[in-house]
């Protein structure tokens, strides 16, 4: 399984904009088929945020869409996702995910086998 570092969380006001990164091991990225961003907060299911698929399809979260953009650089072997005019509401650990499997589109959560550690973002009023 790939291993998966998410870096760029912190604190922002509201309406600010915020960009996340996960890195993965090594050439395994070039291979990875599906990449995504899901988040939890406290009390509450990890959601889908944002998936991207090798072949450029991509599926947003509807709370999300037109805000949040999802991005991945093979050279870098590096993912991202830039959020812009954020929320209190999306305050959570965001958590980058990965499978090297042909899935259905859009794959559910129970499809990615590689997670990262996750990383706080949290937005005030």
């Known amino acids: 399984q790939v291993q998966l570092v998410e870096s760029g969380g912190g604190l922002v006001q509201a309406g600010g904009s915020m960009r996340l990164s996960c890195a993965a091991s090594?050439?395994?990225?070039?291979?990875?088929?599906?990449m995504g961003w899901y988040r939890q907060a406290p009390g509450k299911q990890r959601e889908l945020v944002a998936v991207?698929?090798?072949?450029?399809?991509?599926n947003y979260a509807n709370s999300v869409k037109g805000r949040f953009t999802i991005s991945r650089d093979n050279a870098k072997n590096t993912m991202y996702l830039q959020m812009n005019s954020l929320k209190p509401e999306d305050t959570a650990v965001y958590y980058c995910?990965?499978?090297?499997?042909?899935?259905?589109?859009?794959?559910?959560?129970?499809?990615?086998?590689?997670w990262g550690q996750g990383t706080q973002v949290t937005v005030s009023s």
């Open positions: 991207l698929a090798s072949g450029g399809s991509i």
């Open positions: 995910a990965a499978t090297r499997r042909t899935v259905k589109w859009p794959p559910e959560r129970a499809d990615f086998g590689s």
């Open positions: 090594g050439s395994i990225f070039s291979v990875t088929n599906v």
